[in-house]
């Protein structure tokens, strides 16, 4: 599986994600969210001028700004399956 950050997925991608980069306080910040290692999102849609993106996860969406989506680690699941 390769890893990318969250903002490089496309729309109607699926990912798991892996962890984190950047400062800790945005890892607090994004686990508290529910954006926690393990755990799947698939990539709602995008505004109108690509920022912010909207992820489904634990049966609920979220919407993220493209800075800090480029700091959440996930790998691509595969569609397949």
Known sequence: MKTM??????????GIIQG??????LHYRLKELGL?????VLVKRFAPLG????????G???????QDAAKILVSRENQGL
Do not use: C, F, H, N
């Not at 950050?5 to 699926?14: C, F, I, K, V």
């Not at 609920?60 to 493209?66: A, D, E, N, P, Q």
């Open 51 to 58: 920022d912010p993106m909207e992820i489904v996860l634990r």
């Open 36 to 40: 926690v290692r393990g755990t799947a």
């Open 60 to 66: 609920y969406s979220l919407s993220l700004r493209k």
């Open 5 to 14: 950050t969250l903002d490089q997925m496309t729309l109607g991608e699926r």
């Open 20 to 25: 984190y980069e950047g400062e800790e306080d």
